[in-house]
């Protein structure tokens, strides 16, 4: 039997990350999945390396945080990544407008830098026809176009695991953990998959599962689990760029993504079920992303050709369904449950799996009193060297963790921004200053 410094407990993209990380520091590492890698919510995201524009109206410091973090993994990832020009076309009628709209991509455009990213355009409404062709004409009153990196998700995990295994981790797959081991009331390791697998430090990185897996431990990591589905089209391009839709019930928003997995349209949001074992799409779900692509479309599929869903791991918080936080955090159960050896990694995204390994494997280091620096930044996945990496500057994590508790004031700091954003706007554009440009533009800058 082999005492690994580690063992890891899901073989998403946060796994595979906390299992890279901290085996490029030299720590003895196992990582057991239940199935296989990036198969749970990391395979049913909508596959966007991005800030998330939308947390602008309500956590900025999410969005700088997942750019800034973006950036590393455009540097380590190669081509697991491609550029995604995307356009939101607005319309007479809808719940944001031109003006509002384009003020949320000026303040992205500072963080788009981050993650290479190129500045917004807006967009004529004849240009928006000609770049999406078959986008319905009729109350069309411009558009903005703004890009993201579309990355294989499954592969990004898969990649990202691989790396730890040539780092000297141990991966076992189809091995769910079934128990956690106690000794003298510390977690000495796993049993899973038939092996009882020992580690000083255990970390529970099983994403919607975290609640599940500490349970084992008897201890709790609540979630506000929220389900999201997408519709697939097998037909890779029915539409030359992604686009940003108002959905159906306005102040809802549904991307569609043209990539080799296929088209798809999604997500919902909405609250899931606490097991994530019993998350299903179901047809008043799949009734909404249909008429919501389909309004803008004269002609589009009748039919999608299958579904995809899955469980966002938000962390447990006030505040309303529509504005939670997708900050992170590494939970030490030995301070909060009494519970040593024990750690959990909840909430985040795949946007920023690279810092949130980071700070998960800190505090694995700091437990074993091992002093070694995190290199994830500066190899890439295959085990070249990174140079050229800037200093943009991080949010401060502990007003990030302040503001997660406080949707009100976050809320605000973020609308703060977007307020004094907007009379600049209006400013600009009285005085001429903001340029609409054309198809050629279009192409020019993100082709
Ligand atoms: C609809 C939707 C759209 C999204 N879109 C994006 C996006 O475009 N960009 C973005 O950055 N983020 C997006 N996200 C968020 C992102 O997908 C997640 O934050 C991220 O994938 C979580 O990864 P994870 O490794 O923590 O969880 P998972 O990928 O779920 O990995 C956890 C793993 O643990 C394993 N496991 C569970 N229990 C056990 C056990 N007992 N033993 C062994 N293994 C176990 C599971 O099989 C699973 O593979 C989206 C999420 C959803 C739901």
């Given amino acids: 039997m082999t005492e690994f410094d580690l063992v890891v407990v899901g073989g998403g993209v946060t796994g595979a990350g906390v299992a890279r990380d901290a085996a490029l520091r030299g720590l003895k590492v196992a990582l057991v999945e239940k199935a296989r890698p990036g198969g749970g919510t990391t395979a049913t995201s909508t596959h966007l390396i991005h ?10 410091l999410t969005t700088h945080s997942s750019c800034w973090d ?11 990544l491609t550029r995604l020009p995307i356009v939101w076309p607005v319309y007479k009628g809808h719940a944001r407008g031109l003006e509002t709209v384009e003020t949320m991509f000026e303040e992205y455009d500072r963080f788009q830098p981050m993650k290479y990213g190129r500045p917004h355009l807006r967009l004529t ?3 928006a026809l000609k770049i999406v062709p078959g986008l ?12 993201e990196w579309w990355v294989d998700a499954e592969a990004l995990a898969r990649r990202t695991l691989e790396s730890a295994q040539a780092a000297g981790a141990e991966v076992f797959l189809d091995a769910p953990a079934t128990e956690i081991l106690k000794e003298g009331g510390r977690v000495a390791g796993i049993r899973a998959g038939g092996r009882e697998l020992r580690g000083k430090i255990t970390v529970n990185a099983a994403g919607p599962w975290i609640d599940k897996v500490s349970t084992l431990a008897g201890v709790r990591t609540p979630l506000r689990l929220m389900k ?14 992604g686009l940003l839709l108002e959905a159906e019930g306005k102040n809802r928003y549904v991307f569609v993504v043209p990539s080799p997995l296929g088209t798809w349209v999604g997500p919902t949001d909405l609250p ?43 962390l447990g918080q006030p505040g309303s369904e529509k504005q939670l936080s997708r900050d992170f955090e590494v939970y030490d159960h030995e301070s909060r449950d009494g519970l040593g050896g024990f750690l959990t990694i909840g909430g985040g995204k795949m946007s920023d799996y690279r810092i949130m390994a980071e700070t998960a494997v800190d505090e694995v ?9 995190c290199r994830t930044q500066s190899l890439t996945l295959d085990g070249k060297p990174v140079t050229d990496i800037p200093d943009w500057p991080h949010p401060s994590p502990d007003l990030k963790k302040f503001l997660r508790t406080k949707p009100l004031l976050r809320e605000l700091h973020a609308l703060s921004y977007l307020g004094a954003g907007f009379a600049t706007h209006l400013a600009r554009r009285a005085a001429g200053l903001t340029p609409i440009s054309d198809e050629n533009e279009f192409r020019r800058r993100y082709q």
């Avoid at 800030?51 to 900025?60: F, Q, S």
């Avoid at 973006?70 to 081509?79: A, P, W």
């Fill in 51 to 60: 800030g998330g524009v939308r947390y602008l109206l309500y956590d900025r």
């Fill in 365 to 373: 280091c700091r437990k074993l009193g091992v002093s070694a620096a």
């Fill in 70 to 80: 973006s950036g590393h993994i455009v540097r380590t990832s190669g081509d697991l």
């Fill in 272 to 314: 899931g079920p606490d097991d994530p074992d019993e998350t299903r799409t179901t047809d008043d779900e799949i009734g909404y992303l249909t008429r919501s692509v389909k309004r803008y479309f004269a002609s589009w599929p009748e039919r999608h050709d299958s579904t995809i869903v899955g469980s966002r791991p938000i």
């Fill in 125 to 127: 409404p004849e240009a």
């Fill in 228 to 241: 999201g589905t997408h519709l697939i089209y097998k037909n890779k391009a029915l539409t030359p760029v």
């Fill in 136 to 147: 319905t004409a009729e109350g069309l009153l411009g558009a903005i176009a703004f890009d």
